[in-house]
């Protein structure tokens, strides 16, 4: 599976941004797809996630209830909006498929990621 991820950008704290990252090749509607992203100096973390058929979206709690992810089916897109954007969430985004929803929140049996895409928050 090969993915393709576009958004990100700068913005002023309080704003939103919309990241996307479009899945292909063999067997690319069967992962389960999602986001993590890596601050300056940090480890990767896990940000949202959402299984193959669109159900069962998982989210850090650092970002609950600011971002959502939803999925168009069709496309074997990802979509990841962004509101209420704080300096703390200034990162690289990656796109990541993985097996499932439950082992992709742990970072496990990962099978693909997309180039990283700047995300910067200004206060």
């Known amino acids: 599976v090969q993915l393709q991820a576009s958004g990100g950008g700068s913005v002023q704290a309080g704003g939103s941004l919309r990241l996307s990252c479009a899945a292909s090749?063999?067997?690319?509607?069967?992962?389960?797809l999602g986001w993590f992203r890596q601050g300056q100096g940090l480890e990767r973390e896990f940000v949202a996630g959402i299984r193959w058929n669109g159900e069962g979206a998982r989210y850090s709690d650092s970002v609950k209830d600011r971002f959502t992810i939803s999925r168009d089916i069709a496309r074997n897109t990802v979509y990841m909006q962004m509101n209420k954007l704080a300096p703390e969430d200034t990162a690289v985004y990656y796109c990541?498929?993985?097996?499932?929803?439950?082992?992709?929140?742990?970072?496990?049996?990962?099978?693909?990621w997309g180039q990283g895409t700047q995300v910067t928050v200004s206060s």
């Open positions: 090749g063999r067997s690319a509607s069967t992962y389960a």
């Open positions: 990541a498929a993985g097996v499932g929803i439950a082992t992709m929140t742990l970072g496990k049996f990962l099978q693909a």
